[in-house]
């Protein structure tokens, strides 16, 4: 048996392990974020259509540049954000991880380097290392916010070509005030101008935004040529399996992921399923309002528990906090509910599930911290 150890691998992959949520197969899974509703049947029967359709041409490559799809998502994004957007302002690809992936080869790659402020989405920084992107952690606050001297101080000592904001931020829940981007934009601008007068890609991951109590700040990426905003149709459109993701932002940023994205990336199969679930964008939409919901009666139930639970804008929530998170991730599963360690100090995060789901998980932790009693 040959090890990996024994392979020409790259040295900054030795002894690294891959991106992984343990995928058990238990009563009530709320761990990696889906939505807890299957497709709607009618929703169902058009994605049969629509890839019936698309299959009688598999003989031919795909749109290359996925063009209505693009627009169909640009029109999703104006009728959602009341920002209008073009189409050309909309890029697509295999879920936003690969959009990510593309930001990173486009303007990070060796000798440049990404800025995170951690606990944050891991694949931030895995994607920096898979792209040799150097990576730098940045501090979040008690409440796991972004103070933004203390950013802005990162970024004057550090200089990165790339910043990532996470809002609602991955695996807290924390949602960035609009202020604060705009200041955090500006100081990367500055920091990167002072080197090369070319600014720095300021990339706000909105995997979670629908979930948000707060408007998406989207439209500021209006006259702001290096401002990204990313999301996904794998939380709010309840697709996971899907694999789409996409971005919004200046035209040229669209020019430029597409210097790198593989030729015909985006199947002729993944674009006419995107194409029929964006149809019932509205339906869909109506799950995500049953789910904030859900979400905040969690938040209202584990804080009468007593538990220290984040503000949270998502369709999760961080909660805490124990000595041992690890021994009550553990027991929680003993009781058949699977939640997520994420490795933040005494803290858990929770899907939100349905109804009973969700009743399920409050019944496991009152019996955990019963027996801890
Ligand atoms: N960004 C954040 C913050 C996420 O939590 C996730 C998924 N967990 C993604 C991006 C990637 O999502 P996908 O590739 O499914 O679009």
Redesign the pocket.
């Given at each position: 048996m040959t090890g990996i150890d024994q392979l020409p691998l790259r040295d900054e992959l030795r002894g690294k392990s891959p991106y992984g949520?343990p995928q058990l197969h238990v009563p009530v899974q709320l761990n990696?974020?889906e939505s807890p509703h299957p497709l709607p049947e009618a929703l169902v029967r058009r994605i049969a259509e629509r890839v019936a359709e698309a299959a009688r041409t598999l003989n031919r490559y795909p749109d290359r540049d996925a063009v209505a799809l693009r627009a169909q998502l640009a029109a999703y994004l104006t009728a959602t954000t009341g920002h209008p957007l073009d189409p050309a302002q909309v890029w697509a690809a295999?879920?936003?991880?690969?959009?990510?992936q593309q930001l990173l080869q486009a303007f990070g790659g060796p000798g440049r380097t990404a800025l995170g402020f951690d606990p944050?989405?891991s694949?931030?920084s895995l994607i920096a290392r898979g792209t040799g992107t150097g990576w730098i952690s940045g501090p979040r606050t008690e409440e796991f916010g972004v103070d933004v001297a203390a950013a802005e101080a990162v970024i004057r000592a550090h200089r990165p070509e790339v910043v990532f904001l996470?809002s609602?931020?991955?695996?807290t829940g924390t949602a960035l005030p609009a202020e604060t981007i705009l200041a955090l934009y500006e100081a990367a601008q500055d920091a990167r101008r002072a080197v090369d007068g070319r600014g720095a890609l300021v990339v706000v991951?909105?995997?979670?935004a629908e979930f948000s109590h707060r408007p998406s700040t989207l439209p500021l990426i209006e006259g702001r040529p290096t401002l990204v905003h990313?999301?996904?149709?794998?939380?709010a459109f309840g697709a996971?399996g899907l694999?789409?993701?996409y971005l919004a932002a200046d035209p040229a940023v669209v020019d430029a992921v597409q210097l790198v994205r593989l030729p015909y990336h985006l199947s002729a199969v993944t674009q006419a399923t995107a194409s029929a679930a964006l149809e019932f964008a509205d339906t869909l939409l109506g799950f995500v309002e049953e789910l904030k919901a859900e979400r905040d009666r969690v938040v209202e139930e584990l804080r009468a528990l007593g538990l220290d639970v984040t503000v949270s804008d998502?369709n999760f929530v961080q909660f805490g906090r124990f000595a041992d998170a690890g021994a009550v991730w553990r027991r929680l599963l003993d009781h058949g509910v699977l939640v997520r360690d994420n490795g933040v100090p005494g803290r858990l995060r929770v899907t939100t599930g349905t109804r009973a789901e969700n009743d399920a998980f409050l019944d496991a932790v009152r019996a955990v911290t019963k027996e801890s009693d």
């Open positions: 949520a990696t974020n295999n879920g936003s991880n690969e959009v990510l944050s989405y694949m931030h996470c609602p931020n991955n695996p991951d909105e995997a979670y990313t999301r996904t149709m794998s939380k996971a694999r789409l993701g998502a």
